[in-house]
């Protein structure tokens, strides 16, 4: 099991992580989700021993996870970490970028590894290719594929799908995760993306202010959000008579002490979504029909 201890972390005298504690147990999947800056990509260099703490301590099963000043190596063998940068071989073909770390006594073995990646990230008919010549994209595929290579425990990854375009990165993020699942390899994964936490997360971390505010099943923290900003990762919220409830909770009906004013309607393909006004409140619904602004509608809060 992965063991976060309390631990603390500051870069030079900015506290960035306060007293976080968590386990990680092998093969679970583990969403990290927090506003921009939150510290969610220092937790997994944290945990990747990219640098040392302030307070506290990092096990991996017996192992203490130790930053530069313990290693003259950053990292360890049973860990991998995939940046928001990939650091790939840029004039080698992406076969080679794969197996870079792989052992040339065992070709076959080898060759049989390079290929289940590559089908893993969806590059079977690229694998000849210089990585230079590559998309944003691709090389995010390429770098999943190669941390992927050594068969770590635990993979740490940051952003994983942010340059892959919306047409691959649905079947590729069900690819990635179900392998990692299949080998047992834990993971964490730092994300802004909440197609990247639901089905897949067994749990799901809130960064908030330097600390650790929720840890709990997806259906948990989705259910009861706690706070606004909580709530807007999963989509459109609105705060009633001090409630939090999600756009889609709010239908329109005939009559209903919740009157709003229609402000402006956006087409999102099955449906539209209304942004309309409360006094000096904005409310957000979602309807089948186009609503002119200006109209005046009645809303109910629905069961989720
Ligand atoms: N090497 C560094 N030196 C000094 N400050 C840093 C360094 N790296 C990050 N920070 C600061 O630490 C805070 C947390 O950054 P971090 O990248 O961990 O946040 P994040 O939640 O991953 O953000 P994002 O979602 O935008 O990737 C930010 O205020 C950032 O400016």
Known sequence: MLQIKNITFAYKKTPILKAISFNVKPGEHVSIIGESGSGKSTLLKLIYGEYDLDAGQILWKDTPILGPKFNLVVGYEFIKYVA???DLMPFTSIEENIGKHLSNFFPKEKKQRIAELLDVVELTPFAKQKVKTLS???KQRVALARALAKQPEI???DEPFSHIDSFKKRRLRRNLF?????????????????NDVLGFADRILVLQDSKLILNDLPEV???????????????ECNTIDGQ??????LAVVKD?????TVKQTYFEGYRYLIEATKEDHTIIFYHQ???NPGKDVCLKIVAS
């Open 256 to 260: 209903a002490p919740l009157k709003v």
């Open 178 to 194: 179900r392998y990692l699942k299949q080998k047992n390899i834990s993971c964490i994964v730092a994300t802004h993306d909440k």
């Open 155 to 157: 993979m740490l990854l």
């Open 244 to 249: 939090l409830v999600y756009a889609h909770r």
């Open 221 to 235: 923290i989705y259910k009861h959000p706690k706070t606004p900003l909580v709530a807007s990762f999963f989509g």
């Open 289 to 291: 029909e186009y609503l």
């Open 84 to 86: 928001q940068e990939f």
């Open 136 to 138: 944003g994209g691709q």
